[in-house]
């Protein structure tokens, strides 16, 4: 008989924990961020791919791109604001004229509420471009590119 009590006493704790993983996964999204360089003609560039809110204040790391900590602080913008702390994922610079395609969970409260994607880059011996590129983190700008001011020729993100 006290069998049948764990089992019965264990059945609703496997369906609490059902429903809250899937209430979770509700509250969230995956994004795909691609980002195309410009044929520049120099070294691979440094990256940092961040979400901010509407005051422009960092609220999560989703990629920086470059091998060499020493050189994340030449990505202003997100450097400033983190301190070097990386809270997405990392790697090696990427060339000119590449693309670097990153997927990423974002909270569903963060679409349509005046957050954005940036990029800051930075290429060794040249110059670095601190938000060179932003896309609102809007449903309707969801798959429309958006052009860089330095070495980003284009930013979009799909979700």
Known sequence: MKRHVLAFGFAPFLGLCSALALSSAAEARMVKVTTTLKNYG???AYLAIYVTDGSGNLQKTIRVSGGKAKYHKHLAG?????GGRIDGTTGAS???GGTL????DLADSMIDAGFQIRV?????KDSDVPV?????LTSAQSGKPVAGKGYVKSLV???
């Open 120 to 124: 800051d880059s930075a290429v060794e």
């Open 157 to 159: 993100f799909d979700m």
């Open 101 to 104: 395609v990153v997927s990423v």
């Open 78 to 82: 997100w450097y400033r604001q983190s």
């Open 132 to 136: 060179d590129a932003a896309v609102p």
């Open 42 to 44: 120099g070294d691979g």
């Open 94 to 96: 990427v060339g000119a």
